[in-house]
């Protein structure tokens, strides 16, 4: 069973500042997703990655098959980005998505 | 399109009732996928669906929870019966079939079991 492990856990930073979360998965993927959800409980799929690095506005997601790892970058944070935000892999040969715990992202003004 | 979407929103019961939660895949999409979320564990795959045909239950946590696609735009997750513990946000998610396609999500069924 894939293994995700997201960092930070919580994150506070101030409006403007460049946000990194990162998450490492343990087997290897067909692809890995990053999700975003609200304080209402919805969920919204921000990225999905296989190889290299994806961009979508102030948000860039980068993936390194051989290691394992992906990041999830934030230019010019808004407090707008507060969310939890979540990574989540499909393992080869499997369908269904592995979640890690999420990062709990605050901007302040 | 409307997405997919879940009823109820909420729900709230009591121990020992049968529970059913109910789905509408996006019209064309071949996977269907039941997630669960909870404070300590986080979101969990249940079990999906290809093609109406459930592929991989194993994710199920045990013989009270059962679920069924009888055809294209329907899915249900039942809990009979139901137990404190099972208290969580239910999600439902959708896909054309296939690794590369991102999943969309409904927006959730909040269970509260007193």
């Known amino acids: 069973k894939n293994e995700v492990e997201q960092s930070p856990q919580n994150l506070t930073a101030q409006e403007g500042e460049f946000i990194t979360i990162n998450c490492s998965y343990s087997v290897g993927i067909s692809a890995l997703h990053w999700l975003q959800q609200h304080p209402g409980g919805g969920i919204v799929s921000l990225f999905m990655l296989s190889s290299g690095k994806k961009k979508h506005g102030r948000l860039i997601a980068t993936i390194n098959i051989q290691e394992k790892h992906s990041s999830l970058h934030i230019t010019a944070s808004h407090p707008r980005d507060s969310a939890v935000y979540i990574c989540a892999v499909r393992s080869l040969g499997a369908d269904g998505l592995t979640f890690g715990k999420g990062t709990h992202l605050i901007i302040q003004p | 399109d409307a997405g997919v979407i879940q009823s109820p929103r909420h729900e709230v019961t009591e121990m020992g009732q049968e529970v059913t939660l109910r789905c509408k895949p996006i019209s064309g999409h071949n996977s269907l996928f039941w997630y669960r979320q909870t404070m300590m564990r986080g979101l969990e795959l249940l079990i999906y669906f290809n093609n109406n045909v459930p592929i991989d239950d194993s994710g199920m946590p045990e013989d009270r929870f059962s679920a069924k696609m009888p055809n294209a735009s329907f899915s249900t997750l039942k809990i009979q019966p139901s137990e404190p513990r099972d208290s969580a946000v239910y999600f439902c998610?959708?896909?054309?079939?296939?690794?590369?396609?991102?999943?969309?999500f409904g927006a959730g069924t909040r269970l509260s079991v007193l």
């Open positions: 998610a959708s896909n054309p079939t296939g690794p590369k396609n991102i999943q969309y």
